[in-house]
T-cell receptor, first 115, second 113 residues
Framework: ETGVTQTPRHLVMGMTNKKSLKCEQHLGHNAMYWYKQSAKKPLELMFVYSLEERVENNSVPSRFSPECPNSSHLFLHLHTLQPEDSALYLC??????????????FGPGTRLTVT | DQQVKQNSPSLSVQEGRISILNCDYTNSMFDYFLWYKKYPAEGPTFLISISSIKDKNEDGRFTVFLNKSAKHLSLHIVPSQPGDSAVYFCAASGGSNDYKLSFGAGTTVTVRA
């Protein structure tokens, strides 16, 4: 595997379910991000981790819970979601958090549908 | 409050012609700008960037122009090719310690053969 991978690619869940999204980066990067992209809207930053430490929680509801067990893996745990949470969830990584390159490398995303 | 705006949701251009994508921003603290390209079922990929100390950056068929006084940047693709058909996102960040990227909503480019 190369780059940034995400699983599953598609997920349908009911409002009472609990599920997790997984992201893995194979680039040796130190920072990882979760974004949400709703239809026809800009990407919204949700969470940022640097060296496994959360540095940003962008006013995200508590029904979204991130976890970063090491610098290569990032999870997004989901529970009691709402239909308006249906969106494309993108994971990204960058060499470092700030300074130097701003280039973020994105995974293919998980298309989430909440029924 | 959307700080980066791409006012044209779509653009159709004939193969071989120029594609011009526009992006406006409101935050005067932004000093680094990027364009990302996204194909269906794939994540966005970095295309080209420009620092606020420049007004132009060129990479092959892609050129980004920055007009700081107008808070406007544009991406030119010359000549356009069918493989350029994708969604293009403009993004901006401010300061060397600002890791947050503010994205526009994207412009879908369709290159006609």
């Amino acid at each position: 595997e190369t780059g940034v991978t995400q699983t599953p690619r598609h997920l349908v869940m009911g409002m009472t379910n609990k599920k997790s999204l997984k992201c893995e980066q194979h680039l040796g990067h130190n920072a990882m991000y979760w974004y949400k992209q709703s239809a026809k809207k800009p990407l919204e930053l949700m969470f940022v981790y640097s060296l496994e430490e959360r540095v940003e929680n962008n006013s995200v509801p508590s029904r979204f819970s991130p976890e970063c067990p090491n610098s290569s893996h990032l999870f997004l745990h989901l529970h009691t979601l709402q239909p308006e949470d249906s969106a494309l969830y993108l994971c990204a990584s960058s060499q470092n958090l700030a300074g130097g390159s701003y280039e973020q490398y994105f995974g293919p995303g998980t298309r989430l549908t909440v029924t | 409050d959307q700080q980066v705006k791409q006012n044209s949701p779509s653009l159709s251009v004939q193969e071989g012609r120029i594609s011009i994508l526009n992006c406006d921003y409101t935050n005067s603290m932004f000093d680094y700008f990027l364009w990302y390209k996204k194909y269906p079922a794939e994540g966005p990929t970095f295309l080209i960037s420009i620092s606020s100390i420049k007004d132009k950056n060129e990479d092959g068929r892609f050129t980004v122009f920055l007009n700081k006084s107008a808070k406007h940047l544009s991406l030119h693709i010359v000549p356009s090719q069918p493989g350029d058909s994708a969604v293009y996102f403009c993004a901006a960040s401010g300061g060397s310690n600002d890791y947050k990227l503010s994205f526009g909503a994207g412009t879908t480019v369709t290159v006609r053969a």
